[in-house]
């Protein structure tokens, strides 16, 4: 079992739809969680971090965390087609210091 | 504010020779850390430094290896470099690096795009 296992897609989803990104751990004590979008050829850039259950919006994101559960997901609302990159949603454990461990990311596709 | 600051860009190197990256972290912030991301193994943690000491280390041969200044700059240096390295080298930076801090953010550099042949 990966510690963090993401679809690797490719998710389509029509312009201006919500598209729902997903994300489950391994480690039942990782405290923190990133979603990082990363364009073809560029770097990770951070869109969103949560460590306490529930939901944490930013503009047209959400994310949302379970411990319980041990998943963590993503909302983008009124999908743009500038959205369309991968996502990569990263954990960290206790005392692990920038020690983040990454899935391997979902691509999303938002049409025209 | 600049963001985290990663040269060079591009590096091209054949097998057996080393190479040093450099980065600069986010003004104010004292934590660096590196990354190397491959499209089979996606991005796997290289180490971490703080207050110029390694606080943790990702599962890498002795071949790896880094350092960080006064200045919170860091450098990274591969030795004997092999095919597998081939990799786009990413540093990121946070503020204050503590490891008990839940709320840590953690930005990266554009990388450094090394292919070895």
């Known amino acids: 079992q990966k510690e963090v296992e993401q679809n690797s897609g490719p998710l389509s989803v029509p312009e201006g739809a919500i598209a729902s990104l997903n994300c489950t751990y391994s480690?039942?004590?990782?405290?923190?969680f990133f979603w990082y979008r990363q364009y073809s050829g560029k770097s990770p850039e951070l869109i969103m971090f949560?460590?306490?259950?529930g939901d944490k919006e930013d503009g047209r994101f959400t994310a949302q965390l379970n411990k319980a559960s041990q998943y963590v997901s993503l909302l983008i609302r009124d999908s743009q087609p500038s959205d369309s990159a991968t996502y990569l949603c990263?954990?960290?454990?206790?005392?692990?210091?920038?020690?983040?461990?990454f899935g391997t990311g979902t691509q999303l596709k938002v049409e025209l | 504010k600049a963001g985290v600051t990663q040269t060079p860009r591009y590096l091209i190197k054949t097998r057996g020779q080393q190479v040093t990256l450099s980065c600069s972290p986010i003004?104010?912030?004292?934590?660096v850390s590196w990354y190397q991301q491959t499209p089979g193994q996606g991005l796997q943690f290289l180490f971490e430094?703080?207050?110029?000491?390694?606080?943790n280390k990702g599962n890498f041969p002795g071949r790896f290896s880094g350092r960080q200044f006064s200045n919170s700059r860091s450098e990274m240096n591969v030795s004997t470099l092999e095919l597998g390295d081939s990799a786009l080298y990413l540093c990121?930076?946070?503020?204050?690096?503590?490891?008990?801090?839940?709320?840590?953010?953690?930005?990266f550099g554009s990388g450094t795009q090394l292919s070895v042949l």
């Open positions: 480690d039942r004590g990782s405290q923190s």
């Open positions: 430094y703080f207050s110029e000491t390694q606080r």
């Open positions: 949560i460590y306490s259950n």
């Open positions: 990121a930076s946070s503020l204050a690096g503590r490891a008990s801090e839940t709320n840590e953010k953690l930005f």
């Open positions: 003004s104010g912030h004292r934590s």
């Open positions: 990263a954990v960290r454990r206790p005392g692990g210091g920038n020690k983040l461990t």
